[in-house]
């Protein structure tokens, strides 16, 4: 199983940008789905989760500005950056508990993350 993450780069504060993760591999189903980021010198912290059926879960910091969604027959979870601040310079990583096969046990797999920077 392998996620890739794409749409990162500079972006302006107030402005938008989405972040994409594609899984692809030996897939059964997917379960949660989420996206974290790890800002120089601190520790690698969730940003948003979605899980299988579209429930979703947000970090304070992020409520109201970030939206997290999925398209499961694609295997891709998005993550909607509106309206960032500068505080929000991190590199993201998206993570998905994946079931391989169906007799198998699912487990975290991990995106090479991407750099989101947001400065004027």
């Known amino acids: 199983v392998q996620l890739q993450a794409s749409g990162g780069g500079l972006v302006q504060p107030g402005g938008s940008l989405r972040l994409s993760c594609a899984a692809s591999?030996?897939?059964?189903?997917?379960?949660?789905m989420g996206w974290y980021r790890q800002a120089p010198g601190k520790q690698r912290e969730l940003v948003a989760a979605i899980a299988s059926g579209g429930s979703t879960n947000y970090a304070d910091s992020v409520k109201g500005r970030f939206t997290i969604s999925r398209d499961n027959a694609k295997n891709t979870v998005y993550l909607q950056m509106n309206g960032p601040k500068p505080e929000d310079t991190a590199v993201y990583y998206c993570?998905?508990?994946?079931?391989?096969?169906?007799?198998?046990?699912?487990?975290?797999?991990w995106g090479q993350g991407t750099q989101v920077t947001v400065s004027s």
């Open positions: 591999g030996s897939i059964f189903n997917i379960n949660h």
């Open positions: 993570n998905a508990n994946v079931r391989p096969r169906l007799h198998s046990s699912p487990s975290d797999y």
